[in-house]
């Protein structure tokens, strides 16, 4: 008979990762793709990592990722559509539209420069999947990325096939490396549903990217996955890890997988570093209780002797807006 705790046990799976240490020291990340990419990059970044996230906002295909970097890496014109008073630049999310086109094309100019600059500086680049379904501008006939609440009736929805997420994927790669010769490029599949689509949609679209990783992987060794959507559904598969909208990871199941993460990837020194950083950040966010003068002049000093501390041995971290 199989005692409470094994029976426990056999709830939650186990889902194995290869342990692949290649960070030795804290160094600059670019996260570009889904929201879920914007969830893990704030964990970095609160740990003072210097981190860009999605200078375009969250974009969730493939093609539609594939699509942004080519114009930012080639210096391709952005395609820009007018709907009513407002100008909308449909390739990137809903921020991008504006009722003045120079402004709109100036927040492009801004945004592309500092994505070159990440692209450029990055020692490792995430690219986050969301999804397999794509949108196209009927006028256009140009796929997009967002749809701007621009009406449903000028788009049409289409699936993309294998072939056509593994030639994004090339296409991915192929931008990266026209500008960064040497970084680590992590490809992961966001664990969001996108009930919107359907839940049976969500499922085929999900699968689509997965198959179509595996395959590029096996013809590539020039890129990594890691496997965010699988931890999320095999050792994670109940309700009370997602949020209210049963669509988005809640804070703890993010913060699981971003241990994961780290702990595969990470060395030691950076195991350390990430110990460090993290006692750091709780210290910064901790607000003494005691109204002494004294006792609250004697935290402040300490504080701000840790973090020079931290700071001078750690010299490419971001330093807080926020010490004392």
Not at 5 to 15: R, T
Not at 220 to 240: C, G, H
Request: with cysteine; proline share 5%; glycine share 2%.
């Amino acid at each position: 008979m199989k005692s409470s705790a094994q029976k426990k046990q056999l709830l939650m799976s186990d889902f194995p990762i290869q342990p692949k240490p290649i960070w030795n020291s804290p160094h600059e990340m670019l996260f570009i793709g889904s929201c879920f990419s914007d969830e893990i990059s704030n964990l970095f970044d609160n740990l003072f990592l210097p981190v860009t996230a999605n200078p375009f906002g969250t974009i969730f295909s493939p093609q539609a990722i594939a699509s942004a970097l080519n114009c930012v890496v080639n210096n391709i014109p952005v395609s820009i559509t007018q709907h009513q008073e407002n100008y909308h630049a449909l390739l990137f999310d809903s921020s991008f539209q504006h009722t003045n086109k120079e402004l709109l094309l100036k927040q492009i100019e801004v945004s592309s420069l500092q994505l070159m600059q990440s692209l450029q500086q990055s020692e490792t680049i995430f690219i986050t999947l969301g999804s397999a379904w794509v949108y196209k501008h009927i006028e256009s006939n140009a796929f997009v990325g967002n749809c701007h609440k621009v009406p449903q009736k000028e788009f049409s929805k289409e699936l993309l096939t294998l072939d056509q997420i593994k030639q994004s994927l090339f296409q991915i790669q192929q931008s990266i490396r026209q500008v960064n010769t040497q970084c680590n490029i992590i490809f992961t599949i966001s664990p969001v549903r996108h009930l919107r689509d359907g839940i049976s949609e969500n499922l085929l679209s999900k699968s689509l990217l997965v198959v179509a990783l595996q395959e590029f992987l096996q013809q590539n060794n020039d890129a990594l996955y890691f496997p965010s959507f699988e931890i999320f559904q095999e050792e994670l598969k109940d309700y009370r890890f997602y949020k209210d909208d049963l669509a988005h990871p809640n804070e703890w199941a993010v913060n699981y997988i971003f241990s994961r993460l780290v702990e595969c990837y990470g060395s030691e020194n950076f195991m350390q570093f990430m110990d460090e950083a993290s006692k750091l950040s709780l210290l910064n966010q901790h607000k003494p209780k005691t109204m002494d003068e004294l006792e609250l002049n004697n935290f402040n000093v300490m504080k701000l002797e840790k973090v020079e501390s931290f700071f001078s041995k750690y010299p490419t971290c971001k330093k807080p807006t926020t010490i004392i």
